[in-house]
């Protein structure tokens, strides 16, 4: 359906069109080949994503109505069961706590003459009874479990042209806009990687970032992403290593998700890489972007 004629109609009309990026404030959509920022969206409208198709009300300030197609509920109704299954799985259930002056009704009961009790590193509370004699074995407690995800946020983050610091960039940014030489932007971690990692399987590392608005085209643009070896930002030229990799493309205001190589993923975890750096050459990828949580996943 035209946009143009949509808008002039006297009655309200719906249109549709494919989700390209999330926001904080909403979505960006593609309608007819228009790009249209920050559509605001319901609440009912949840786990929004790129490639969702919606209908939209036309007109001065376009409103998504809902999302096309089936409701993702029984998919997250699963998930969500899947998780708690899985808990459930780690945990040790006591049945009943009851109490009372006299001895407990039925067999199988031991008298625990002494009780212990600790907290462990997680916080977590472990009881122990030690018993005068024993007519039954103790369950084994449950194995020590790693944390099934980590988030690791860095410790700064900057911009560096022609070998130096940037000062007139508040974000990291890849590439030139204004002809006075390409951008590098670079995200630090310190050790936190590294200490987050120790004596741990690492499963997968997932990177988040957030296109910042007023930065280069509106349109999706690739960020190509390198690793670095800084543990803190550089006074001189911040080094590139291992890329680059498009492993994400995000327009205006848009926030993404990305997994890293299980290559990067190895070296940041055992400190041969220390964190992840983005640069792009020329006008055409020119971005800033914010973010770079790193989300680490461990193998049980």
């Known amino acids: ?7 002039a109609g006297s009655t309200p009309q719906t249109v549709s069109a494919e ?17 249209l920022l920050d ?11 790129a490639g969702d198709w919606v209908a939209v009300r036309p007109g001065t300030r376009p409103v998504v109505l809902w999302r096309l ?35 407990p009704s039925g067999s199988g009961w031991q008298q625990a003459t002494i009780p212990w009790i600790r907290k462990t590193s997680a916080g977590k509370i472990e009881l122990y009874f030690q018993l005068g004699s024993q007519s039954d074995t103790s369950p084994s407690a449950p194995a020590t479990r790693p944390p099934k995800t980590l988030t690791v946020s860095p410790t700064d983050s900057g911009t560096w042209r022609n070998s130096r610091p940037d000062e007139y960039a508040s974000s990291p940014t890849q ?18 990687i590294v200490d987050a ?21 509106n349109a999706k643009r690739p960020m190509h992403l390198y690793l670095h070896d800084h543990n803190s930002a550089p006074s001189g030229q911040l080094d590139l290593d291992d890329g680059p990799e498009n492993l ?48 680490i996943s461990f193998s049980a």
């Open 175 to 192: 590439g030139d806009w204004t002809g006075r030489g390409n951008r590098r932007g670079a995200w630090f971690y310190g050790s936190r």
């Open 248 to 295: 994400l493309s995000l327009s205006v205001g848009g926030t993404g998700t990305a997994t890293l190589p299980s290559s990067w993923r190895t070296k940041l975890a055992n400190g041969t890489a220390r964190g992840l750096a983005i640069y792009a050459n020329g006008s055409t990828d020119y971005a800033s972007f914010t973010g770079g949580k790193i989300t």
């Open 39 to 49: 559509v605001p969206c319901p609440d009912t409208y949840r786990d929004r994503a």
């Open 69 to 103: 197609g089936p409701d993702p509920a029984a998919d997250e109704t699963e998930r969500i069961q899947a998780a708690a299954e899985a808990a459930l799985d780690d945990m040790q259930v006591v049945r009943a706590a009851t109490w009372g002056t006299a001895a």
């Open 19 to 35: 989700v390209v990026d999330t926001t904080d404030a909403g979505v960006n959509l593609n309608m007819n080949g228009a790009l």
């Open 1 to 7: 359906m035209d946009l143009a004629r949509a808008q």
């Open 197 to 217: 990692c120790q004596g741990k399987t690492v499963a997968s590392m997932k990177v988040s970032f957030t296109r910042k608005r007023g930065s280069g085209h």
